[in-house]
């Protein structure tokens, strides 16, 4: 069983920067993949950021390139996703996932993948 907890959201203004974290307990995330998701009001769940066990692999949702970073340090058992250039359309919780991965290398884009899931944390951009 792992636990995840989310942190790091809060209000920024369009053009600003969060780093949400997922801290991880229970068990060692190094057999985990993970990802982020986010929902706004009244949209569905969407595919935010994936990485790999290893770290090494990672994937992004379209709107998420170039702007979003995601990453994990194991020896810490989290999980990080930085923010940049937000705009108000990025305004959403947003929730870690993890799962086991056989590979190294997997990465999963599919919420109905993951199993582990931590309870959100809110992320406002004001313009």
């Known amino acids: 069983q792992v636990q995840l907890v989310e942190s790091g959201g809060g209000l920024v203004q369009a053009g600003g920067s969060l780093r949400l974290s997922c801290a991880a307990s229970?068990?060692?995330?190094?057999?985990?993949?993970m990802g982020w998701f986010r929902q706004a009001p009244g949209k569905d769940r969407e595919f935010v950021a994936a990485?790999?066990?290893?770290?090494?692999?990672?994937y992004y949702g379209d709107s998420m390139k170039g702007r979003f970073t995601i990453s994990r340090d194991n020896a810490k058992n989290t999980m990080y996703l930085q923010m940049n250039s937000l705009s108000p359309e990025d305004t959403a919780v947003y929730y870690c996932?993890?799962?086991?991965?056989?590979?190294?290398?997997?990465?999963?884009?599919?919420?109905?993948?993951?199993?582990?899931w931590g309870q959100g944390t809110q992320v406002t951009v004001s313009s």
């Open positions: 996932a993890a799962r086991t991965a056989l590979y190294g290398g997997d990465y999963y884009y599919r919420g109905d993948d993951y199993l582990y």
């Open positions: 229970g068990r060692t995330l190094t057999s985990y993949a």
């Open positions: 990485v790999s066990r290893s770290g090494n692999n990672v």
